[in-house]
């Protein structure tokens, strides 16, 4: 919200810079948004009238005007100017020859094309009053001409915009808030005290519920609205002039000045934080018998016609002030269009009222409208206030309207309940950790109009209607915190045990495996936990088991992934063409839908490896299962089991001859393997794509399993064998090294090493060192032969042709 | 005796090859050698006279040795072709492919380990969470704009308590999760993935990472919180780092502030970075709301504690200079590449 600075000082009885104020306020209240200075009109400028526009001889878009700026129209300037927006009759501004716009803006006499200009007519933004550029500004036709515009629009002033905090829209969106805010920070005096001229009135004893004849307010529920007040204004007269001060208030705080009605309305509001509605009165109702409004919710297939123009159908959920004909008004948002009031206006119905935040919010968004009304009574406004903001909107109609007040209504039906809190003394410093003199905390709450009882050391505190955003003890230290300064607070060390972290085993392995795999030239990515209907479909998995966005930002961002590779896999194609062969990995959380809706989360490791390049076939599958062989060994201290992989449903995306279910341990940590043929083709990737995808679950249980302890080295040479043999192709290298570890003893062969693959057509061809070993002594060269003849038998039993 | 080194000397400048060395070492220390010789007389001479000879002797024999040494170490030298071996070394070395980590892991990883460091533990919760512990448990409101269709993801699906689910807009769910089981005192940091319902550009996206750091004691104030704050942002950015605490409002904590730190790239003298104010926002702070302990099942006034997040991207940004949050989930190798 945006404050005028010289009426926040006025209120505060204060003296300060808007710079000051922004330095001030940041530190203690509210972020500051902006400054904004609005400059005083430049000195010679003056009102005018424009007596006559004739089109420029020379040039299209330029027209000659006879102006003047002499309160007897006698004497006449000709002036040239470019804008479109005026018609004879019009008051505008004139800069008279001599006058300094801008730094470097001389008006002079001069001619143009041909033309002689005695002056300029001016925008608003060319005198420095706003930024508008539309055209010439249009004054009010009351002004008298030849009154210098420094007169009109007074001196200079500055605005601060504040970002007023969601729990404090109750007071301070608000000039009076504001003040209070600023003598509490300044340790300055009481507001309300030594009330100046255009400051109002500060309310108590004030009587409530006041009965009215003419006026009956029927409110269909307190939720609605807690408190309602009208007060009937007659022989006002609307079309006075709105008083500069006001009207420069109203300007610096970007509202229009519109009559003296709403200007008085916008004024209160600004100044006291409570939206009011001026009625046209007679448009309501009787003004001599009976104005009957009911606050109700809105009906089905009822429409208004607001005071925008634009038209709404309210339902429900709305509050609307309706009379027996028709609604009126959104409550709170915008009144009617017929009902509002003109220029020909002489009986005003004020409202002022409290009015449910949560309705106005959703009525608000419903309608998408805005209004500074409706954004207070969206903060939840103080019904105590409603009186008043009447106190001084009848003050301000009477002495610039012309007003009487013929009859005022207040109903209020439900009271807040007032608060105290108990402070102890002691809890301040043992929450902030600084010490604040006593009479300085008491100090600061009643600069803040909170009333204070002090018994010793502990603080009765109670807490004024406008600040319901106090509970407890510890928000009334936030308010002494704040205002006494945080800066105050100095760092302080935290005594406590010295207690060495806990690392748990699902974070400390997600470590080492991303160590590893960075050790491996594995890059990391992340990418969005969300996909769409299009990728379910192509990766064969079940909507059913997927958690739906609501509220999408977009169609391929509706579901909760229950997969880490399809996303990752997106980011392939691009890679590809710039990095010839890609090894990405990503960790990250995929979410599973249970059959009786429980949610199932699981963090993955999702792993790719892509070649550009055409390779042998199995290639880039083998070594990215090499790869995971290698790191499990080395946390783990084995080698991972692999079996074809177990089609259950959501695996479909694997392919079917190529890919593995993965084991340590007898636990599955996951698979490995190539995608299905269709979606490499459809997500354009290179055929040398291999894949998998690991559980940090189960790793991370084997790894608080893990245990390892050492195996003493060998002492006795070891005995070195290769056997070469041709291997029926369905015989596997797994069943190979079955049967060789089948006939030897266990404790002799040390290890058992597949050196070479050679395959073409229907044949392949395997080399195996063997290696043996004696924990007790040297094995004789007669043992490892006769082992060695077991093993050919046993291979040639399997049709494997031993190549001697 | 004396003579003997300087023999050698000339000896040795006629010496070109390891053969001629052998020949000189022969006769010098040879056993038929001057020096041998003299040495076997000892074994017949006097005490005194051995007190006096035998150091001599060793002396010499020293010399000639460590000459010899230096001699034959200068002819093998010599005797390489360096020139025939020369090698091109400014040839590109054989790389090892070594990957490289998401900026924001590494982020990630360097927040942890100053906390770590500092005794906190480290919690983890879920990303699908139940509105109580993302919004009633942290006293929000029912009708709270956060929890609006515009500023949150919510799921079509509840669970299976028919609790309603969104993706958590925050770290900050963990707390109550963390505080049902565990005793105070604990320190503790969540780092985690969250959510929010935000068209992205440059400066927006919907999914980034928070850190939520969470201590309760028996005496823990908004001093010792301005400690750990300056502790870590001094260690992060490693210079000093000054903490400035401004008013603010949220529902979890009581008091509320806005921190800020003191801008590390101009020290506070006011710079493009920190638009000219010398002070950079970083997140949002505040003591644990009573309300929150009472929901987590804590006595009301038992315990105090601070908690606060911040926003792991902006940091990376902020680090690493980086002007487009959309990078981040891009999946990008160019990107990742730099990191």
């Known amino acids: 919200m945006k404050y005028c600075v010289s009426w926040l000082n006025e209120l505060a009885h204060t003296h300060l810079s808007a710079e000051e104020m922004a330095e001030l306020f940041t530190r203690h209240s509210f972020e500051v948004d902006g400054i904004e200075k609005i400059k005083s009109a430049p000195s010679g400028v003056v009102v005018g009238k424009i007596l006559d526009i004739s089109l420029h001889p020379n040039a299209d878009k330029l027209q000659c005007t006879k102006v003047t700026i002499d309160p007897q129209e006698k004497e006449i300037l000709t002036i040239v100017c470019g804008a479109k927006n005026i018609t004879v009759g019009d008051i505008v501004p004139v800069a008279t020859v001599g006058t300094k716009l801008e730094e470097d803006c001389l008006i002079t006499k001069s001619t143009i094309r041909g033309e002689l200009s005695e002056g300029m007519l001016c925008a608003e933004d060319e005198l420095g009053l706003g930024k508008d550029h539309s055209g010439i500004l249009q004054l009010d036709k009351e002004i008298p001409i030849g009154t210098s515009l420094v007169e009109v629009f007074g001196q200079g002033d500055e605005v601060i915009e504040l970002d007023i905090l969601a729990s404090r829209g109750r007071d301070a969106l608000s000039h009076i808030g504001i003040a209070r ?79 003296i009605a709403t200007d008085i309305t916008n004024y209160v ?79 005003v119905f004020l409202e002022s009222a409290w009015f449910d935040p949560i309705s106005i919010r959703k009525t608000r968004m419903r309608h998408k409208i805005i209004t500074e009304s409706s954004y207070r009574f969206e903060r939840d406004i103080d019904p105590e206030g409603v009186s008043l903001a009447v106190a001084r909107a009848i003050e301000l109609f009477k002495k610039y309207a012309g007003a009487h007040i013929e009859e005022e209504k207040d109903l209020y039906l439900e009271k807040e309940k007032s608060v105290a809190v108990i402070l102890p003394y002691y809890e301040i410093q043992s929450l902030l950790g600084v010490s604040i003199p006593l009479e300085k905390v008491v100090s600061i709450l009643k600069l803040l109009s909170f009333k204070v009882r002090q018994d010793g050391e502990i603080l009765s505190v109670y807490v004024p209607s406008f600040r319901k955003d106090i509970r407890t003890f510890q928000y009334i230290i936030e308010e002494v915190g704040r205002l006494y300064g945080y800066d105050h607070i100095q760092p302080q060390a935290l005594i406590t045990p010295l207690r060495a972290s806990r690392e748990n085993s699902s974070h400390k392995i997600v470590r080492l495996m991303g160590n590893a795999l960075t050790g491996c030239g594995f890059d990391e990515i992340m990418t969005y936990s969300f996909y769409g209907d299009e990728t379910v479909k192509l990766f064969g998995l079940e909507k059913e088991s997927h958690f739906t966005l609501l509220n999408p930002l977009s169609p391929d961002q509706k579901y909760f992934r229950s997969k880490i590779l399809p996303n990752m896999l997106k980011a392939v194609p691009a890679n590809i063409k710039r990095f010839e062969n890609i090894n990405i990995f990503e960790i990250g959380k995929v979410y599973e839908r249970e059959d009786d809706g429980s949610v199932k989360e699981y963090q993955r490791l999702g792993i790719i490896s892509s070649q550009a390049k055409k390779e042998k076939k199995g290639e880039t599958l083998l070594r990215l299962k090499g790869t995971i062989e290698s790191i499990l060994f080395s946390l783990f201290g084995q080698y991972p089991d692999v079996s074809p992989i177990e089609f259950e449903k959501g695996l479909e995306y694997f392919h079917r001859s190529q890919s593995m279910d993965v084991s340590l341990d007898g636990v599955l940590i996951g698979f490995v393997g190539t995608l299905h ?126 190549r001697k | 005796m004396e003579n003997i080194a ?31 010789e003299n040495l076997r007389l000892l074994g017949k001479m006097t005490p005194e006279e051995r007190k006096e000879q035998g150091p001599k002797l060793q002396a010499i024999k020293e010399h000639i040795t460590r000459t010899l040494d230096e001699k034959k170490y200068a002819l093998e030298q010599t005797s390489f072709d360096w020139k025939k071996d020369a090698l091109d070394i400014s040839l590109p070395g054989k790389k090892s492919p070594i990957g490289h980590f998401h900026p924001i892991t590494q982020t990630i990883r360097e927040i942890e380990d100053i906390f770590i460091s500092m005794g906190f533990d480290i919690a983890d919760g879920p990303e699908i969470e139940n509105e109580f512990y993302n919004f009633d448990a942290l006293n929000f409101p029912k ?65 980034f990472h928070q850190f939520e750091a969470l201590v309760v004691g028996d005496d823990v104030n908004v001093a010792h919180f301005k400690y750990i704050a300056q502790e870590f942002f001094s260690s992060f950015f490693d210079t000093a780092i000054e903490i400035r605490l401004r008013p603010s409002f949220f529902p979890f904590t009581e008091p509320s502030f806005e921190f800020d730190i003191s801008c590390a790239v101009c020290e506070g003298k006011g710079c493009s970075v920190c638009k000219r104010t010398g002070w950079i926002e970083v997140g949002g702070a505040g003591m644990v709301n009573q309300e929150v302990f009472v929901l987590a099942g804590y006595k009301e006034n038992f315990y105090r504690g601070f908690a606060w997040g911040f926003g792991v991207e902006r940091l990376a940004m902020m680090k690493y200079k980086i002007d487009d949050i959309r990078l981040f989930h891009s999946g990008d190798l160019r990107f990742i590449r730099q990191f």
């Not at chain 1, 104005?291 to 429409?303: A, F, V, W």
């Not at chain 1, 123009?309 to 009126?328: F, H, M, R, S, Y």
Request: charged share 35%.
């Open chain 1, 677 to 802: 043929p269709s979606i490499t083709k459809k997500m354009k990737l290179p055929e040398q794509t291999a894949v998998a995808s690991l559980d940090r679950d189960a790793l991370a249980f084997l790894f608080e399993r893990e245990s390892r302890y050492y195996t003493p080295l060998e002492r006795f040479p070891s005995v070195f064998r290769d056997i070469s043999m041709k291997v029926p192709y369905e015989i596997t290298a797994k069943e190979v090294e079955d049967a060789i570890r089948e006939i030897i003893d266990k404790e002799h062969l040390q290890s058992l090493e597949l050196f070479d693959v050679f395959e073409k057509e229907e044949e392949k061809n395997f080399a195996y060192h063997l290696e043996f070993n004696s924990r007790q002594r040297t094995l004789t060269g007669k043992e490892i032969d006769d082992s060695m003849e077991r093993v050919f038998e046993k291979l040639d039993s399997l049709g494997i042709e031993i």
């Open chain 1, 269 to 347: 509001m600004l100044e006291t934080g409570q939206p009011l509605h001026a009625f046209d009165a007679k448009k309501i109702g009787d003004v001599s018998q009976k104005i009957s409004l009911q606050i109700r919710k809105g009906r089905k297939g009822e429409r208004l016609s607001l005071l925008d123009g634009k038209e709404v159908e309210v339902n429900e959920n709305d509050i609307v002030i309706a009379n027996d004909q028709e609604v009126l008004a959104l409550a709170g948002v915008m009144g009617g269009k017929t009902s509002g009031t003109s220029k020909e206006t002489s009986s």
């Open chain 2, 143 to 207: 009708n709270h704009p956060a929890r609006d269709m515009q500023d949150a993801y919510w799921l079509s699906e509840k669970n299976e308590k028919g609790e309603k689910l969104l993706p958590r807009t925050h770290t900050s769910s963990v707390q109550v999760r963390y505080m049902q089981e565990n005793t105070p005192p604990f320190r503790i940091i969540i780092p985690g993935k969250i959510f929010r319902h935000e068209p992205t550009d440059a400066s927006h996206e919907h999914t």
């Open chain 1, 181 to 259: 805010e600023l003598s509490a920070i300044t340790g300055g005096e009481n507001l309300g005290e030594n009330r100046g001229e255009n400051t109002p009135p500060s309310l108590s004893g004030e009587k409530e519920n006041k009965e009215s004849e003419k006026i009956h307010i029927n409110i269909e529920s307190k939720k609605l609205s807690k408190r309602y007040m009208g007060v009937l204004l007659k022989s006002v007269n609307n079309t006075a002039q709105t008083p500069d001060w006001m009207m420069r208030r109203l300007r610096a705080c970007g509202v229009h000045s519109i009559n």
């Open chain 2, 6 to 36: 300087k023999n050698i000397e000339k000896d040795l400048d006629e010496v070109r090859s390891l053969e001629d060395l052998e020949r000189v070492r022969i006769t010098y220390l040879g056993r038929k050698s001057f020096l041998s």
